[in-house]
């Protein structure tokens, strides 16, 4: 039986890398874009110039259209890399070419403000329950324009579908794309989510013109909230030391390749918020998610001082300055909790 072919939803950077790593792979793929130039530079010249770098050619197997209905019609997979905000709208605008149970993918990063659901509770609120077959969610260190030279890359899939979660990584994994799979699906959407809000810090302060001891603190206490935070909301927290948590926090936070880090590094150098997204032209993820994990810390009551800091420095024109300073000063803690023991078990 013929294979069917698989829609990507969104010609960005990151939709249109996922399509070549499809199409290496042999499968046909209809990649779907708002943009009729980004279409059509796909389709006519096998680039896409507007995202990714010129040298990247992208394979005659990926199609793009702006077409949503002739994108998804008659697939068994559907891959969402659309940002947070737009997810609700293309979730409702698909349903109704859809007719029978498909797998849905997510490769998005981010919170939703507000209601702080996660992407693939979204998705489910969205969807008819007919149509789902299942909901994955694929995350990991992975900047597009590496995986669309087919530089080496490892992420996860990861449902509460296990099947489901095995079937995506046969469907993407490949000799330069690594697939693990991981049961821990609230722990990879959040991982992925909250290592943007670090990335925007390591940027600022790069724009501040600090160094690399500022880096690494950064990195590390902000790795100690993702885990409160997401262990607080039922995660795994080993997750948060794998490909998800950890891998993906040092490829964001160290390279020019992340537009949250660049973001963040102009910010620190005295730009607004709003220049900031005007001059970047592309969706930074970490500042909605900011909002998001701020509301969510509040709410379960977990302490997440970076996050408060930048919150305030992106929503409330606090410096930048200050607000590295209102982290230096914090009251005395200790860095680790003591070890707890269970008389009945021993040590644990």
């Known amino acids: 039986m013929k294979q069917r072919p698989v829609a990507v939803l969104g010609s960005g950077s990151w939709g249109t ?91 998005s990063k981010g919170v939703e403000p507000g209601s702080s659901l996660r992407i693939s509770e979204m998705m489910a609120e969205e969807l008819p329950q007919n149509i789902v077959e299942a909901i994955v969610a694929l995350s990991g260190p992975s900047h597009a324009e590496e995986v669309s030279l087919r530089q080496p890359t490892t992420v996860t899939s990861s449902s509460n579908d296990q099947e489901a979660a095995k079937r995506v990584q046969d469907l993407f994994m490949n000799a330069s794309f690594r697939v693990y799979t991981n049961s821990d699906m609230i722990g990879v959407e959040l991982g992925g989510a909250l290592k943007n809000i670090i990335a925007l810090a390591s940027g600022l302060t790069n724009g501040l013109g600090y160094g690399d001891n500022a880096k690494a603190a950064l990195m590390t206490r902000g790795l100690a909230e993702i885990s409160r935070l997401g262990t607080k909301m039922g995660a795994n927290p080993l997750t948060f030391a794998g490909l998800s948590g950890l891998g993906d926090l040092i490829v964001t936070c160290t390279s020019v390749h992340s537009r949250n880090w660049r973001a963040g590094q102009l910010i620190g150098q005295g730009m607004s918020v709003d220049d900031v997204l005007e001059e970047m032209g592309m969706v930074v993820e970490g500042i909605r998610t900011t909002k998001a994990a701020k509301q969510l810390a509040d709410q379960e009551k977990v ?30 803690k200790q860095e680790v909790e003591e070890p707890t023991f269970d008389t009945s078990y021993g040590q644990l």
């Open 17 to 107: 890398a996922l399509s070549v790593v499809l199409a290496d792979n042999g499968h046909d793929v209809r990649l779907w874009g708002r943009s009729q130039d980004v279409v059509d530079d796909i389709n006519l010249n096998r680039k896409n110039e507007k995202y990714l770098n010129e040298e990247i050619e992208i394979p005659e197997k990926v199609h793009a259209s702006t077409d949503l209905s002739e994108v998804v019609t008659g697939v068994d997979t559907v891959i969402f890399v659309v940002p947070t905000k737009a997810v609700r709208p293309v979730c409702q605008e698909i349903s109704q070419y859809i007719q029978s149970p498909v797998t849905f993918v997510h490769a």
């Open 303 to 332: 302490e997440m001082p970076i996050t408060s800091e930048l919150y305030d420095v992106l929503f409330h024109d606090k410096t930048p300055e200050d607000a590295v300073q209102q982290l230096m000063v914090r009251v005395k």
